[in-house]
T-cell receptor, first 114, second 113 residues
């Protein structure tokens, strides 16, 4: 199946710093990618839909100025958590769908904000 | 928008027994229903999916049924093994490239040897 990579896999940062997470589709072009957040023992919650060449669509309750999304090419979307705080600590997972079929997930990024 | 409910939240079965997880969805336009297995700290892995033009699909020990009228779908795992222990998520969406999956809250399955 298609491959989605994500980097970094794990990051620990101090409160107030910004963290950038990259999501790449390695063997297919993804005009749309999705960013999810998963807290411990909880389900995957959609944060935003990332659209190549246009603004991301954010879910209700997700601050667009705090979670900056850039989808500059058909294979790369980035999520930047600005001024991260301990409550932003979570497992962030991106995904992409190939032609409306299976949704492939990246390996996830575990963010810990001290 | 779509809302997916999943039950039970936890499920313990003896090795060799069957496990059933049920989900309901709200949007009648949804036509794609995948099931994912997630192990601790790992990404969700697709184990089976079903589209609205069929009522049942089977892959070895795993089967999924769909009732479009009632808007519910179920995952059936037979002859469970300890390695089946994980969290299982159902999801629903409209089958298009720019539509995200909406997930249920997950079921933690424990298979006791």
């Amino acid at each position: 199946g298609a491959v989605v990579s994500q980097h970094p896999s794990r990051v620990i940062c101090k409160s107030g710093t910004s963290v950038k997470i990259e999501c790449r589709s390695l063997d297919f072009q993804a005009t749309t990618m999705f960013w999810y957040r998963q807290f411990p023992k909880k389900s995957l919650m959609l944060m935003a839909t990332s659209n190549e060449g246009s603004k991301a669509t954010y879910e209700q309750g997700v601050e667009k100025d705090k979670f900056l999304i850039n989808h500059a090419s058909l294979t790369l979307s980035t999520l930047t958590v600005t001024s991260a705080h301990p409550e932003d600590s979570s497992f962030y997972i991106c995904s992409a769908r190939e032609q409306g079929n299976e949704q492939f997930f990246g390996p996830g990024t575990r963010l810990t904000v001290l | 928008g779509e809302n997916v409910e999943q039950h039970p939240s936890t499920l313990s079965v003896q090795e060799g027994d069957s496990a059933v997880i049920k989900c309901t969805y709200s949007d009648s336009a949804s036509n794609y229903f995948p099931w994912y297995k997630q192990e601790l700290g790992k990404r969700p892995q697709l184990i089976i999916d079903i589209r609205s033009n069929v009522g049942e699909k089977k892959d070895q020990r795993i089967a999924v049924t769909l009732n479009k009228t009632a808007k519910h779908f179920s995952l059936h795992i037979t002859e469970t093994q300890p390695e089946d222990s994980a969290v299982y998520f159902c999801a629903a969406s409209i089958n298009s490239g720019n539509t995200p999956l909406v997930f249920g809250k997950g079921t933690r399955l424990s298979v006791i040897a």
